[in-house]
């Protein structure tokens, strides 16, 4: 064994986050020692964390490009009312699951039991989710609970987030909980990327009747989710080992300060309600944005269903590396400017983001046939006369009736269209590009602040997303 290095500085950084202990104000008091082979095993477990978290986030926006489509050919009775079900269930499934996983690592003082559990659960969902066309009608219903099973499984990020506190100095822990926001944030954009990679497959891809299988645009990356997440299992079990810092170093810790503490080592919950409500605004708007991108972008630019999801997908890719360039700036901004400012900021550009993304000019949006869906249908000129009176403002894409392939243009039920212009490209790319500089940024800091409000107290109940 290596010989074991004593260090001393600031209690906050020795005390055990998951338990009672708290932090201490004198650093005379307290003493660690951490061997090299000690130092090692802790980090290697918290990049399976950083994993962890990468595959919790991806798991709701490697989809999300495709679950409209998707929803529409399994079952063609579901309307964007119910699209939005099922991309609402991922999030309450997170919501519901994220007490109890706490509760069960705080209970039983372990952390892999409950990432264990999550994450089969995971892999089944998205197995389910892959495997939706095998089941009767309606399976838009089927969609909607292997959604909500995968949102579930996600809602092991409070005990991931937890862990990470629990296994790092206080000098070591906010590098780490930004680079976990990181890690979060790359696979919340990321996943459509990946989503793009299947495109090719196309809608029927590769066949298995005998199983039932069917690989294609759509199911390719539920299946590469589960495959993932058989990854991140067999990790778990063979590499990750259960490292806080009070359980790798010698503590000796005088009583009467460990009393004094527990009286003054209160957390400031106003700062913590607000910094909640900050991440949800930062969360709710680019989910917003990445959930509604497909489905406008065949409606408004008459894209066909593998051209939204392809296009959608490389525009996010973009959006990825610059969200990856950003955080690596904020590494370096954060040690001059100071960080609150540095979010209002963020939220400036934010705002602009939207603003940019408003409709101006007098370019019309173009229009599908009266009684087809853009969904469903194609839009190719038809040869067949159809009797339809519009403005001569207004672009009208027909399809002949036993047309199957999917179309592009705005329905006529959409009442919008009719007073909405196109949204200019240029404008859409401006609008996306302040997004991707206004995102990873707040993401990074809320979650930065966030830690430092909480402190070295047990946050398997107060952190979640």
Known sequence: M??????????????????????????????WWEDDKDTRRRWWSIRIMYLTMFLSSMGFSIVVSSVWPFLRKVDHSADESFLGWVVAAYSLGQLVASPVFG?????????????????????????????????????????????ALVGFGAGNVAVVRSYASAATTLSERTSTMATMSAFQAIGFI???????????????????????????????????????????????IFVFKECKVADTAGLVVNSQEIEKSEEEGTVDYFAVAATNILFFVILFS???????????????????QSQAVLYNGIILGCLAVQSVCVMIAIRILSKRFNEKRMMLVAFFIMLGSFIMLIPYGNEPIPHVAPGLHPAVNITTPSPHHQNITHSPNITV????????????????????????????????FAGFFLLGLSYPTSNVLSYAMYSKILGPKPQVFIIHS
């Open 2 to 31: 290596a010989p074991r290095r004593k260090s001393r500085g600031d209690p906050d950084e020795r005390s055990r986050l998951l338990q009672s202990v708290p932090p201490i104000e004198s650093s005379n008091s307290v003493q």
């Open 103 to 147: 509760g069960w690592a705080n209970l039983r003082d372990r952390t892999k039991e409950p990432l264990l559990v999550s994450i089969v659960i995971n892999v089944a969902a998205n197995t389910m989710y892959s495997y939706v066309h095998a089941f009767p009608q309606p399976r838009g219903v089927y969609m909607l609970v292997s959604r």
């Open 190 to 236: 990321l996943g459509p990327v990946l989503q793009t990679a299947f495109v090719p497959l196309g809608e029927n891809g590769i066949e298995w009747k005998a199983i039932q299988l069917s690989i294609n645009m759509y199911t390719g990356p539920g299946f590469l989710s589960a495959i993932l997440g058989i990854i991140n299992i067999l990790l778990l």
């Open 286 to 304: 680019f989910a917003i944005f990445e959930t509604i991108t497909t489905p406008l972008t065949i409606v408004m630019y008459a894209w066909t």
């Open 397 to 428: 894409l027909t399809t002949p009736p036993a047309a199957t392939t999917p179309p592009r243009g705005c329905p006529w039920e959409y009442k919008w269209c009719d007073n909405t212009p196109k949204l200019y490209l240029g404008q859409m």
